[in-house]
């Protein structure tokens, strides 16, 4: 027999009691290898694919399967971790598998070197493989560590406090993995193929190091989260992937996550080439524009960790940092390359944007979540499916059509508007419209669940 209670004002959850700093810091210190590894797969893989000769469309293909296997990974990851628990051991073995393959993405094509050949096919399928492999493990590694969350603390302002201090190391991966690139871009002043390979191998084996020993300080620091094993110790009944689909709210955050998401990652990918290609920056501005970006992201993460958070907050500082992306992709569309200096500004309004909304929708999965605990890796994991498919099939649109001359050509206002000034200007726009106008009609309120408490049949 199967009854709802009404979880009221106990004794036995100390977990409500908001965190010290130290554990929110170890917790978000456990992403790290994931974000420096992300950033460098983001950032700096298409322009190693086509510097090694693949051609965008085959580069993008690439970014697609490892995209997939990200995204079907993290379904059949969030239904385990559901049934079985362990965070650590699963943020463990998804962390060696990244450390693992991903220096093998950027190590050149292995089957090309055991076959003796240089086929494009060839060289695609290889990286690809490699590609997938990579983003399984981190699939792995990223469900388990958000998952836990909700796992660790039932408090809400301490939840927002760990997704703020997760991104806030995310920054500093991203500015480790730009510190990185700058001294191997001047050690490296070469333009062969060859030592081209040699700079990106270096700069994934020095990413892989810095991120593996946070990963070590997370294992030592962080507790294996208690709520999840207290609900299983009372049988709790595992929640069913419909209880899910049968709520509004979800599916308002599901689209609101992947929205900031498809802005965070495409505007990542596409920055490289924009600031090079259609502002005619230096060489340097390709490390020292996106480090502005994550100096700002960081210095607003660490300023959202200290703040009380509310439903009506969440809402409102999410709204903000997707009007700041409205502004400045609008800015970036119609920037002309002889005023490529104000790039900095934007860059600095982008930083703040992509906190105020990551943190902010992370959050806002978390009150979905609430303390329905049986069931919150599976929401994090559908929501990363929906995230990663997403982000792959707009990025291979966007490649696909680079090297369709007619587009690359368009004008508009006397500006030329080629793929990358579309998708970092006007893609992110429309994106953080849509995001606003779902964020205006959620209804995010702190609520204690009603939980399903298994009794014997014949009690």
């Known amino acids: 027999?199967?009854?709802?209670?009404?979880?009221?004002?106990?004794?036995?959850?100390?977990?409500?009691?908001?965190?010290?700093?130290?554990?929110?810091?170890?917790?978000?210190?456990?992403?790290?290898?994931?974000?420096?590894?992300?950033?460098?797969?983001?950032?700096?893989?298409?322009?190693?694919?086509?510097?090694?000769?693949?051609?965008?469309?085959?580069?993008?293909?690439?970014?697609?399967?490892?995209?997939?296997?990200?995204?079907?990974?993290?379904?059949?990851?969030?239904e385990l971790i559901d049934r079985f628990g362990h965070f650590k051991l699963w943020h463990a073995g998804g962390s060696?598998?990244?450390?693992?393959?991903?220096?093998?993405?950027?190590?050149?094509?292995?089957?090309?070197?055991?076959?003796?050949?240089?086929?494009?096919?060839?060289?695609?399928?290889?990286?690809?493989?490699?590609?997938?492999?990579?983003?399984?493990?981190?699939?792995?590694?990223?469900v388990s560590h958000m998952a836990m969350v909700n796992c660790i603390t039932s408090n809400p302002t301490s939840q927002v406090s760990l997704a703020s201090c997760r991104n806030a190391f995310t920054m500093v991966a991203n500015l480790g993995l730009y510190a990185i690139?700058?001294?191997?871009?001047?050690?490296?002043?070469?333009?062969?193929?060859?030592?081209?390979?040699?700079?990106?191998?270096?700069?994934?084996?020095?990413?892989?190091?810095?991120?593996?020993?946070?990963?070590?300080?997370?294992?030592?620091?962080?507790?294996?989260?208690?709520?999840?094993?207290?609900?299983?110790?009372?049988?709790?009944c595992r929640i069913s992937w419909a209880h899910w689909f049968k709520k509004t709210l979800y599916y308002q955050v599901a689209?609101?996550?992947?929205?900031?998401?498809?802005?965070?990652?495409?505007?990542?990918?596409?920055?490289?080439?924009?600031?090079?290609?259609?502002?005619?920056?230096?060489p340097s501005s390709k490390a020292s524009v996106p480090a502005i970006i994550y100096i700002c992201s960081f210095i607003i993460s660490v300023v959202l960790q200290e703040m009380k958070w509310s439903s009506w907050r969440i809402k409102s500082f999410f709204s903000i940092g997707a009007i700041l992306w409205i502004f400045s992709g609008a800015g970036i569309f119609v920037l002309p390359s002889t005023l490529h200096y104000f790039m900095y500004a934007l860059s600095v309004a982008i930083g703040a944007a992509n906190a105020l909304m990551t943190v902010t929708a992370i959050s806002m999965e978390s009150i979905l979540v609430g303390e329905d605990l049986n069931g919150c890796a599976f929401v994090y994991g559908s929501l990363s499916f929906a995230d990663k498919l997403s982000w792959g099939i707009a990025l291979y649109a966007l490649e696909s059509y680079q090297v369709t001359p007619d587009v690359k050509s368009n004008c508009f206002l006397g500006i030329t508007h080629s793929i990358p000034r579309l998708g970092l200007g006007l893609l992110p726009s429309v994106c953080a419209f849509i995001s606003i106008v779902v964020t205006y009609t959620m209804d995010l309120q702190h609520r204690r669940s009603r939980r399903l408490i298994e009794e014997p049949l014949l009690s």
Request: glycine share 6%; hydrophobic share 45%; proline share 3%.
């Open 1 to 78: 027999m199967v009854h709802e209670i009404n979880d009221g004002p106990s004794n036995e959850e100390p977990n409500t009691e908001p965190l010290g700093r130290l554990s929110i810091l170890s917790y978000g210190s456990g992403h790290m290898l994931n974000d420096i590894t992300s950033s460098c797969w983001f950032t700096y893989l298409l322009l190693f694919l086509t510097d090694v000769g693949l051609s965008p469309s085959n580069a993008a293909i690439v970014m697609l399967s490892g995209q997939v296997a990200d995204a079907f990974t993290t379904i059949f990851v969030g």
């Open 96 to 142: 060696i598998l990244v450390a693992v393959s991903f220096s093998s993405v950027f190590g050149g094509c292995v089957p090309c070197k055991l076959l003796n050949s240089d086929s494009s096919s060839l060289e695609t399928i290889g990286y690809s493989v490699f590609a997938a492999i990579f983003n399984v493990g981190w699939a792995i590694t990223q």
């Open 181 to 236: 690139a700058l001294a191997v871009f001047t050690v490296f002043n070469n333009t062969e193929s060859v030592n081209i390979m040699l700079e990106y191998r270096w700069i994934a084996y020095l990413s892989i190091f810095l991120g593996s020993c946070f990963v070590v300080v997370f294992l030592i620091g962080t507790k294996e989260p208690q709520l999840k094993k207290q609900m299983q110790s009372k049988n709790v």
């Open 255 to 282: 689209l609101v996550y992947t929205l900031t998401r498809l802005i965070t990652n495409v505007s990542q990918s596409l920055l490289a080439f924009y600031v090079m290609n259609d502002l005619g920056m230096a």
